[in-house]
């Protein structure tokens, strides 16, 4: 967790691919902040304090009490708030707009497939109580395609926009967790090698342990 001078931003978080991609863009850009645990196992995010701020009951969300104009503003959904922190420090999110573009797409191709598909994988591999076999190999196959596609992504540059940047930060607490989701890393050599490209990160190390600060 990072330290400053400014009031913390209050990151309302579990340890999850979601929750991973706030903690590591604050650790990156250097950003205060507070965890404000949301056990999703026991529904807090279904109490109305929590749902005046997500009310789509998920997290991650944020407050920042020096929100646009000196205000606290709110956030919910973990794009629009990658792309606030972006805006707000001027890191990892390109001012030039061709180079903005190339972040947003691959951002909104996180948000609108490689996490919700491979999240529908956890769910029916791992957590439904019934095995489905139908449900199971749609959403496997969707998964390695969506592999596929990083993979061809990254076969000539380090990072998914060019430059590291806030879509590089919502994709990879996804791929992590591939031993969950019925695919070989082996067979996605590049994506492999961008894995351990973040990993490396020292901001993604603090990130990630952030899970056993607050799991403990």
Do not use: C
């Not at 646009?68 to 707000?88: C, H, M, N, T």
């Not at 994988?121 to 139908?134: C, G, L, Q, S, V």
């Not at 199971?136 to 940047?165: F, H, M, P, Q, W």
């Amino acid at each position: 967790m990072t330290t400053g001078t400014q009031a913390p931003i209050q990151l309302f978080y579990f340890p999850t691919p979601n929750g991973h991609k706030i903690t590591i863009a604050l650790e990156e850009m250097q950003l205060p902040y507070d965890i404000q645990l949301v056990d999703i196992r026991k529904g807090d995010q279904f109490k109305p304090a929590f749902l005046d701020i997500s009310p789509n009951n998920r997290m991650p969300a944020i407050i920042d009490p020096n929100g646009p104009d000196g205000q606290p503003v709110s956030i919910f959904e973990s794009g629009a708030i990658l792309q606030y922190l972006g805006r707000k420090t001027g890191l990892f999110y390109p001012q030039d707009e061709r180079q903005r573009i190339e972040v947003e797409q691959w951002l909104m191709w996180q948000m609108g497939g490689f996490g919700p598909m491979l999240g529908q994988n956890h769910h029916f591999n791992r957590f439904a109580p019934e095995k489905i076999p139908y449900a199971i190999n749609r959403y496997v196959d969707e998964t390695k395609r969506l592999y596929g596609v990083l993979n061809k992504r990254l076969a000539d540059r380090d990072y998914v926009a060019g430059e590291y940047s806030i879509a590089d930060m919502a994709m990879i607490g996804w791929a992590l967790s591939w031993e969950w989701q019925d695919i070989s890393i082996a067979e996605y050599p590049h994506v492999n090698q961008w894995i351990e490209r973040l990993k490396a990160r020292p901001a993604v190390q603090r990130a990630l342990a952030q899970k056993d600060n607050v799991m403990a």
